[in-house]
């Protein structure tokens, strides 16, 4: 994918995106909070075909859906979104990882980390759940972390993932 | 009995309409204003307490309308940012400078050859020069065409004409208004102007840390007063030094532009701005006999015709230079047809100098011809390539570089 950047002055800011696919998106961002959102034929990078405006909210709230944070892609093992510094990660914890068959609690996480664990989905439901001290983690659940980056890179290393 | 208030009153309700009905339409507010500051005046009925004519409130109107044009230029100077310039790449240096010069020298041209004397067709050759960078960025935003590959370099060029009226209006300043016939005085003024225009180029680059500091204002009430005390001295201290006062604006703009506190200035100003911006037009054309629009007809129709084609030719020429379709370059001199307040800033100036009093209808028509026009090709600008295309064959030519391509690609 190919993204280019560039300036409207007076106007806003302007990415330009040629997917994998050659198709051709661009994105607006208005200085007032405004997004558009515009997708050009692929036969003729001059011609728009559609566009879509978005106020700031939408925009975040279609940014969430994009990211994975309404629903993960079934095909991702583990999905990231940023706020700034803060990471929320998906991993599938992996068989063999130091922290199967512990209890959040014990393992200490925040302290040790600096990590929290935001929800937890068992291997064989759909559904994610609040995690307390005592939920028991095993090899296949799902956790949704939050931390800055380096955190997240030390403890799924750490402990999540095989270190064999 | 004074009926000040009531007059001005009046007057923002005319233009409070005005601006109504050309949201309606979704147009640029200046050609209505301009078109209601010229139906009311001297020549119109009183109806009851109601005083169409201004002929008590103008002096004050005028005034107002003179605020505006500190605060649009005070802005144009706030926008502009050396390190934009710096940034800009070569396609927009080259396609900017080419536009200016050949709308200029065009312009030159037009004034002479219609037996201007040097000093108006001087005026004229700016004033066909500067495209409206308001109405421009509002028909890329509505027509939605912020996303096209020709938008980077149309705002570019945009920015480029900003720079050269700034140029422009300085130097021309300093001839007009130096009073003097000797080659001498006039040269003396110019230099002064420009010696003027390069201590502040000066003090925007090294004063910028000292300002931050000073300017470093807590409260926004402070604030304002603080930016609007420098303001209107500075460009009422310009005048005493023969630049016109909206270059003293200008050039304070640009020295702010370089501070720390640029954003926050602009936010306070674009009200002010809006409102006596508006107030400007209206007294623009409120300063319009209509019986004098009639002498003034050919010649701005003339003019359109000129720069319709100015911007034709350095919109391909700057498109096709930059390496984009010609259906892309056609956008580009359809877009910045427009013409608004810039030119009629120029004019004023002239005005202003004591030159030909026909210079003021000429610019209202030209001006308002063009405002309207400009958005109109550029929303149609479809059909005008499709017409073009039909002249030059640009698709045939297209299709066959593509063969080209193909046929060398193959050989590879």
Not at chain 1, 12 to 18: A, D, L, Q, S
Not at chain 2, 270 to 279: E, H, Q, S
Not at chain 2, 308 to 327: D, Q, Y
């Amino acid at each position: 994918m190919n993204i280019r950047e560039s300036e409207l002055p007076g106007i806003g800011c302007k990415f330009e995106i040629i997917t994998r696919n050659q198709d051709k998106l661009v994105i607006v961002i208005h200085d007032d909070g405004r997004r558009e959102i515009y997708h050009f034929d692929s036969d003729d990078y001059d011609e728009v075909v559609s566009s879509v405006t978005l106020s700031d909210q939408e925009a975040r709230q279609i940014a969430g859906i994009l990211g994975g944070m309404a629903y993960k892609p079934k095909a991702l093992e583990s999905v990231e979104f940023a706020f700034d510094d803060l990471i929320i990660e998906w991993f599938q914890v992996e068989p063999n990882a130091p922290a199967v068959n512990k209890k959040i609690g014990d393992l200490d996480i925040r302290s040790q980390f600096g990590v929290t664990v935001i929800a937890i989905k068992k291997k064989h439901s759909q559904k994610s759940h609040n995690p307390g001290p005592d939920t028991v983690i095993e090899a296949g659940d799902t956790l949704v972390i939050s931390g800055e980056r380096q955190q997240i890179k030390e403890i799924i290393s750490k402990l999540l993932s095989n270190k064999e | 009995m004074d009926h000040l208030v009531l007059e001005v009153g009046t007057a923002l309700v005319l233009i409070a309409i005005g601006a109504m009905i050309a949201n309606r339409l979704n147009f640029s507010i200046i050609p209505f204003l301009i078109i209601i500051g010229m139906i009311v005046g001297p020549h119109a009925p009183t109806i009851g307490i109601i005083d169409l004519t201004f002929i008590e409130s103008n002096e004050i109107i005028q005034f107002l309308g003179r605020i505006g044009v500190l605060f649009l230029l005070f802005y144009l100077g706030l926008e502009f940012s050396v390190g934009k310039l710096i940034k800009s790449g070569k396609n927009i240096v080259i396609g900017g400078s080419f536009y200016v010069a050949l709308n200029f020298v065009l312009g030159l041209l037009y004034g002479r050859i219609v037996g201007m004397p040097w000093s108006e067709t001087l005026i004229i050759a700016g004033l066909l020069s500067v495209s409206s960078s308001a109405i421009v960025a509002k028909v890329l935003v509505d027509l939605k065409r912020t996303a096209n590959p020709e938008t980077e370099l149309i705002l570019g060029m945009i920015l480029f004409d900003d720079i050269f009226l700034a140029l422009f209006l300085t130097t021309i300043s300093g001839f007009l208004l130096s009073g003097s016939t000797s080659f001498l005085g006039i040269s003396l003024s110019v230099l002064t102007s420009v010696g003027y225009m390069l201590l502040f180029f000066v003090v925007a680059r090294k004063g910028a840390p000292l300002l931050n500091k000073w300017l470093n204002i807590k409260s926004d009430e402070i604030f304002i007063i603080v930016i609007f005390a420098i303001l209107f001295f500075i460009a009422g201290f310009s005048e005493t030094i023969h630049v016109a006062e909206a270059i003293g604006a200008l050039l304070l703009g640009l020295v702010f532009s370089e501070t720390e506190h640029r954003d926050r200035i602009e936010h306070l100003v674009i009200p002010f701005r809006d409102f006596f911006g508006a107030v400007f037009f209206f007294s623009f054309g409120l300063s319009i006999d209509p019986s004098t629009l009639i002498d003034a007809f050919w010649l701005s129709l003339g003019a359109v015709v000129v720069t319709l084609i100015a911007n034709m030719v350095a919109g391909m020429i700057a498109g096709r230079r930059a390496g984009l379709s010609h259906k892309a370059s056609t956008n580009i001199g359809l877009t910045i047809t427009a013409r608004g307040e810039f030119s009629i800033i120029v004019a004023n100036l002239g005005i202003t100098a004591g030159l030909n009093p026909i210079l003021t209808p000429f610019t209202a028509l030209y001006v308002l011809m063009l405002a309207i026009l400009g958005p109109l090709f550029a929303r149609e600008s479809k059909s005008v390539y499709k017409w073009l295309n039909k002249v030059f064959k640009w698709d045939e030519k297209a299709k066959n570089e593509k063969k080209e391509k193909l046929k060398v690609a193959e050989k590879n």
